[in-house]
């Protein structure tokens, strides 16, 4: 299919000399980008001085108490930042190239500050239901995005996304209405959603509203993060929408939501550790199986990549299900899958812009067609697949060493044996595309600097954080991690 | 308030056997009606959230969401028969079980009886329907009203409790709400009478 973000079809360009000037500079662009890649900037040079600059442990409160600024709100600051000055780049570079793509741009922009506006509010939230509401508003803003310029297979795959959002959010609301059931229930001195407020209250647990609401309210993220039985929007929605997009709700949407997941998994396992721990283990299981089964019958690469999105929810769930030592390895693995997101299917968007086509079978000798590209696209893979030096390697090789120190030998078996049926599906379609003899002739125009930069440094990102992680870094990610009952 | 909850759970189960986009939607304005009753019972409101809240019963869920929907469809000319479940005993039958075990589950979950049980009882009833609605729905008209049932029934749910979220919280509520519907209806719209899944109309189905 030819999505207009993604793929206008290209025309043979001559090879300029390396270091020439890039179209891209040349073409003027809309000022709508220039705008977005303006606040883009400013919002990542804020949330790194908010991550770094007072120490991991410090808490601030502004606004009434509404909002917080914490290791959680601080870390996924951060990610999102990036994420999104990775994004803007790759808008400013590819409406540079492509001039058509300026059709309608401003509309797309507009839709994304909203949607990095309310992300951004809902990880400074300090109220449960007001971040569920922000949440919520981000599904909203990325309704008319993914339909951008689009088609009706694009408009189907937004209202599947939008079904299955409202569905997801709806029972998370009746998760918190439980919750505050449960401390009615227990006598609580008050019923409040502020996460203060609400730690307090924990401590007097109603067994049934508290175990409901929970399990409501992990059923009805687990909805946003792609997790089984409610995951068939996601890779439909991630293969039709246009690959910025896609980016944003892989990297940004998705780590919003998670971090709503983690505040509640903080507040509740101050008190009691093993909450809820089986029900996101078989979570977990049930979506990596999902996700192989994807894997292993697709033959389109963004559909790969989506149901690979599919394996990394549930490898967190499974996390974040037995807790204490594997705590660090989810955060670890969740910083550094919003990264291997971001760039693969930013990636896949140039891919199919070169191409025309999303068949695996269709793209072959990528490292030599299209060099950057092709290199980024295979890294990005092998992140993907949790090799090392990239962090997701060592995510998941602790979340593996708590299950073993857990004593879950069934779940490391299942877990063992669905990553390898996974890695085998992925290898034998990615593979070729990357080291097989290209189809094409050789002929690729020399790409600024600017175009690979933030997708550079993504990659740095992530191998730093599978070899070296500086001090101030390493330091929030073990207060994030704490509060998800580290050992 | 018992009478109010039987007539919330009636909202609920008579559009499921009259089959006509205008019960849907008169069965969404009920439910709102009787929300904004229930709450509306237990005095006037003295705190400005409590005054937002009885606007999003009474304004947005009577008013506003049946309304906006009834225009979109008049407009479309859609023909007057839309059944939210498949008219056959069967369907009907998984209905009255999961009536019978939403009644079930209040029982287990209030063991001090009385009017929260049923409060819980019909939220729970109303719940399970809207899912039966939405798991045997392939319109976009159908699959609407079936996430709106969905929004109802955890309204009245949140009604059985007494405490108030904050100001900006439940302003933020219920324009979420609004949005939604405004979405909702966006869909509607565009995506017409044909099955959202792309595949045809079943046959002896209304296009």
């Given at each position: 299919?030819?999505?207009?973000?993604?793929?206008?079809?290209?025309?043979?360009?001559?090879?300029?000399?390396?270091?020439?000037?890039?179209?891209?500079?040349?073409?003027?662009?809309?000022?709508?980008?220039?705008?977005?890649?303006?606040?883009?900037?400013?919002?990542?040079?804020?949330?790194?001085?908010?991550a770094f600059?007072?120490?991991a442990?410090?808490?601030?409160?502004?606004?009434?108490?509404?909002?917080?600024?914490?290791?959680?709100?601080r870390l996924f600051?951060l990610v999102?930042?990036l994420v999104?000055?990775g994004?803007?780049?790759?808008?400013?570079?590819?409406?540079?190239?492509?001039?058509?793509?300026?059709?309608?741009?401003?509309?797309?922009?507009?839709?994304?500050?909203?949607?990095?506006?309310?992300?951004?509010?809902?990880?400074?939230?300090?109220?449960?239901?007001?971040?569920?509401?922000?949440?919520?508003?981000?599904?909203?803003?990325?309704?008319?995005?993914?339909?951008?310029?689009?088609?009706?297979?694009?408009?189907?795959?937004?209202?599947?996304?939008?079904?299955?959002?409202?569905?997801?959010?709806?029972?998370?609301?009746?998760?918190?209405?439980?919750?505050?059931?449960?401390?009615?229930?227990?006598?609580?001195?008050?019923?409040?959603?502020?996460?203060?407020?609400?730690?307090?209250?924990?401590?007097?647990?109603?067994?049934?509203?508290?175990?409901?609401?929970?399990?409501?309210?992990?059923?009805?993220?687990?909805?946003?993060?792609?997790?089984?039985?409610?995951?068939?929007?996601?890779?439909?929605?991630?293969?039709?929408?246009?690959?910025?997009?896609?980016?944003?709700?892989?990297a940004?949407?998705?780590n919003?939501?998670?971090?709503?997941?983690?505040?509640?998994?903080?507040?509740?396992?101050?008190?009691?550790?093993?909450?809820?721990?089986?029900?996101?283990?078989?979570?977990?299981?049930?979506?990596?199986?999902?996700?192989?089964?994807?894997?292993?019958?697709?033959?389109?690469?963004?559909?790969?990549?989506?149901?690979?999105?599919?394996?990394h929810?549930?490898v967190i769930?499974?996390g974040?299900?037995?807790?204490?030592?594997?705590a660090y390895g989810v955060v670890l693995y969740a910083v550094s899958n919003a990264f291997i997101k971001a760039i693969?299917?930013?990636?896949?968007?140039?891919?199919?812009?070169?191409?025309?086509?999303?068949?695996?079978?269709?793209?072959?000798?990528?490292?030599?067609?299209?060099?950057?590209?092709?290199?980024?696209?295979?890294v990005g893979?092998f992140a993907l697949l949790g090799f090392p030096p990239f962090g997701s390697f060592l995510g998941e090789l602790i979340v593996?060493?708590?299950?073993?120190?857990?004593?879950?030998?069934?779940?490391?078996?299942?877990?063992?044996?669905?990553?390898?049926?996974?890695?085998?599906?992925?290898?034998?379609?990615?593979?070729?595309?990357?080291?097989?003899?290209?189809?094409?002739?050789?002929?690729?125009?020399?790409?600024?600097?600017?175009?690979?930069?933030?997708k550079l440094f993504l990659l740095a990102c992530l191998v730093a954080m599978g070899l070296y992680l500086p001090a101030p870094v390493n330091a929030l990610f073990r207060q994030v991690a704490?509060?998800?009952?580290?050992? | 308030?018992?009478?109010?909850?039987?007539?919330?759970?009636?909202?609920?189960?008579?559009?499921?056997?009259?089959?006509?986009?205008?019960?849907?939607?008169?069965?969404?304005?009920?439910?709102?009606?009787?929300?904004?009753?229930?709450?509306?019972?237990?005095?006037?409101?003295?705190?400005?959230?409590?005054?937002?809240?009885?606007?999003?019963?009474?304004?947005?869920?009577?008013?506003?969401?049946?309304?906006?929907?009834?225009?979109?469809?008049?407009?479309?000319?859609?023909?007057?028969?839309?059944?939210?479940?498949?008219?056959?005993?069967?369907?009907?039958?998984?209905?009255?079980?999961?009536?019978?075990?939403?009644?079930?589950?209040?029982?287990?979950?209030?063991?001090?009886?009385?009017?929260?049980?049923?409060?819980?009882?019909?939220?729970?009833?109303?719940?399970?329907?809207?899912?039966?609605?939405?798991?045997?729905?392939?319109?976009?008209?159908?699959?609407?009203?079936?996430?709106?049932?969905?929004?109802?029934?955890?309204?009245?749910?949140?009604?059985?409790?007494?405490?108030?979220?904050?100001?900006?919280?439940?302003?933020?509520?219920?324009?979420?709400?609004?949005?939604?519907?405004?979405?909702?209806?966006?869909?509607?719209?565009?995506?017409?009478?044909?099955?959202?899944?792309?595949?045809?109309?079943?046959?002896?189905?209304?296009?």
């Amino acid at each position: 299919m030819t999505t207009p973000l993604a793929a206008p079809a290209p025309a043979p360009t001559p090879a300029p000399a390396p270091g020439a000037p890039a179209a891209a500079a040349k073409t003027a662009r809309p000022r709508s980008v220039k705008l977005l890649l303006a606040v883009a900037g400013l919002d990542a040079v804020l949330a790194f001085v908010a991550a770094f600059a007072t120490p991991a442990s410090a808490v601030f409160r502004a606004a009434g108490g509404y909002l917080v600024l914490d290791a959680t709100s601080r870390l996924f600051l951060l990610v999102v930042g990036l994420v999104f000055l990775g994004v803007a780049t790759y808008l400013w570079t590819r409406v540079g190239q492509t001039p058509e793509l300026s059709e309608r741009v401003d509309r797309l922009v507009g839709y994304s500050l909203a949607f990095v506006v309310a992300a951004n509010l809902a990880l400074l939230s300090n109220h449960l239901v007001a971040t569920w509401a922000l949440v919520e508003l981000t599904t909203l803003a990325a309704v008319p995005l993914i339909q951008h310029r689009g088609t009706r297979v694009r408009l189907r795959a937004s209202w599947t996304y939008f079904l299955f959002s409202s569905i997801g959010l709806a029972l998370t609301l009746l998760g918190f209405a439980c919750l505050a059931r449960g401390m009615e229930a227990s006598g609580a001195p008050e019923v409040t959603f502020f996460l203060d407020g609400l730690a307090r209250a924990a401590r007097q647990p109603s067994e049934l509203w508290r175990r409901l609401g929970l399990v409501l309210i992990f059923l009805g993220l687990g909805t946003k993060l792609g997790l089984a039985p409610m995951y068939a929007w996601l890779p439909e929605t991630y293969h039709r929408a246009p690959p910025a997009v896609t980016a944003l709700l892989a990297a940004i949407q998705f780590n919003v939501a998670l971090a709503l997941v983690f505040r509640v998994v903080q507040i509740y396992r101050a008190s009691d550790q093993g909450v809820i721990g089986p029900e996101l283990v078989a979570l977990g299981l049930a979506t990596m199986a999902v996700s192989a089964v994807g894997i292993i019958s697709t033959r389109n690469y963004t559909r790969l990549i989506a149901f690979a999105s599919l394996n990394h929810g549930g490898v967190i769930a499974i996390g974040l299900g037995i807790g204490r030592i594997a705590a660090y390895g989810v955060v670890l693995y969740a910083v550094s899958n919003a990264f291997i997101k971001a760039i693969l299917f930013l990636t896949a968007g140039k891919i199919e812009a070169h191409y025309g086509t999303e068949d695996v079978r269709e793209v072959s000798g990528l490292l030599e067609d299209m060099p950057y590209s092709g290199l980024f696209f295979m890294v990005g893979t092998f992140a993907l697949l949790g090799f090392p030096p990239f962090g997701s390697f060592l995510g998941e090789l602790i979340v593996m060493s708590g299950l073993l120190r857990g004593g879950h030998h069934g779940v490391f078996a299942a877990f063992c044996a669905i990553l390898t049926a996974t890695f085998i599906a992925t290898g034998r379609a990615i593979f070729p595309m990357i080291w097989g003899e290209p189809r094409k002739p050789v002929r690729w125009a020399s790409q600024p600097l600017a175009t690979i930069a933030p997708k550079l440094f993504l990659l740095a990102c992530l191998v730093a954080m599978g070899l070296y992680l500086p001090a101030p870094v390493n330091a929030l990610f073990r207060q994030v991690a704490a509060g998800l009952g580290a050992e | 308030m018992t009478y109010l909850l039987i007539a919330f759970l009636a909202a609920a189960v008579a559009p499921l056997l009259i089959a006509t986009w205008r019960t849907s939607l008169l069965g969404l304005a009920v439910q709102g009606l009787v929300m904004t009753a229930i709450l509306a019972g237990r005095g006037r409101p003295d705190t400005a959230a409590g005054a937002v809240l009885l606007a999003d019963l009474l304004l947005v869920r009577t008013l506003f969401v049946p309304r906006f929907l009834y225009g979109i469809l008049l407009r479309q000319n859609a023909p007057r028969r839309s059944d939210v479940i498949p008219a056959n005993l069967l369907s009907w039958t998984v209905a009255g079980a999961l009536v019978l075990a939403a009644f079930r589950f209040a029982d287990r979950a209030c063991p001090e009886g009385g009017e929260l049980e049923m409060h819980v009882a019909v939220a729970a009833a109303a719940l399970l329907l809207s899912f039966l609605v939405l798991a045997t729905q392939r319109r976009a008209f159908g699959l609407a009203v079936g996430a709106l049932r969905l929004e109802n029934a955890v309204a009245l749910f949140e009604l059985a409790g007494g405490h108030e979220l904050p100001l900006p919280v439940q302003l933020g509520v219920t324009g979420v709400l609004i949005l939604t519907v405004l979405t909702f209806g966006a869909f509607v719209r565009r995506l017409g009478a044909a099955p959202v899944d792309g595949s045809a109309p079943a046959p002896g189905r209304a296009p």
